[in-house]
């Protein structure tokens, strides 16, 4: 293979040293749950964020129903979320009873459209999720205004997006609560499950650790009825070691974008990703368009290049989702977008032979 879609271990090699020594101090500390370790990292990523709190838990997905469900989400209510997205987004609503409803997004960007929102709102809507997908911020001061309309909560999923800038901020930074999530493959990630939510609130962050573990705040006495969904200490102390990498690895992301903007942006029949002047992207994904996405995908397979669907079917089509009838036929550009899209392959870990193999692969292929 001469240029994989990704290489989950390469973060491993680069690091094996600090890493070892991290699961070492943890395995030989006697202590795996709730402990100095995740206290730490909670702190680090909290200031990483520019957040005042970080409260980690079990996965991103558990992170965004929690934080859904502490801010008083209940069945019934609805909560705005975009069409076009990986399917956890969605879930994450509807676990607690609640209704996803898709708003499509910005062709150019892939996330939520901000002009989009308004129509969707109705009596019951209680939040709105954008989601910086692939990376890439969704527009959140048209959102803020829209949800300080309606009185509605703005909490993000930044599960692809640590690190990427918004404006002035980095993502995370100003909103009510965003949701991060540690899965290997994802810009910071653990080597096993975990996510977490970042905030300035300390009543949130309250009814969030207690949320996490099993209502309880003081080990037997539990004030409400929940289950659990916590960061283990090996973990917490794996992603502080990762942390402290995040930025050299985003810069390494943004060089292998900028060569594949550079290099193929004189293809008619791909469509590149466009980065919007307010943005600073993550690049967790380098997302490709073609109208013969199967036939690219086949001829770069067999020229050693790697790539996958950042997803081949759009969520309200899923037969996860596809028993509410509503949804049939409602978003057209997130199916389109599914017929299109292709991954090629980043991360921090790509060497400048891989990046041309895609390159000229890509090139020989449209
Ligand atoms: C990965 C991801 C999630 C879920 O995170 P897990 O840690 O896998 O539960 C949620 N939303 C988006 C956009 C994701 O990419």
Redo the contacts with the bound molecule.
Sequence with gaps: MKAPFLDLKAPYTELRAELDDAVQRVLSSGWYLLGPELEAFEQEFAAYCRNTHCVAMG??????ELVLRALGVSPGDEVIVPSH??I??WL?ISAIGARPVPVEPDERTYTIDPALIEAAITPSTRAIVP???YGHPADLVPIAEIADRHDLAVVE?A??AHGARYRDRVVGEGSLAA?F???PG?NLGALG???AVVTDNADLVARLRLLRNYGSRIKYQHEIQAGNSRLDELQAAMLRVKLARLDDWNARRRSVAERYLKELSDLDDLVLPEVAPWADPAW?LFVVRSATRERLRERLAQAGVGTLIHYPVPVHLSPAFASDRRLAGSQPLAERIADEVLSLPMGPHMSDDAVDSVVAAVRAAV
């Design positions: 996965s991103g997905g558990d992170a965004l997205t990986f956890a987004s994450s989601v910086h997908l999923d599960a692809q949701v999530s540690f899965y994802k499950d975990g996510g967790h």
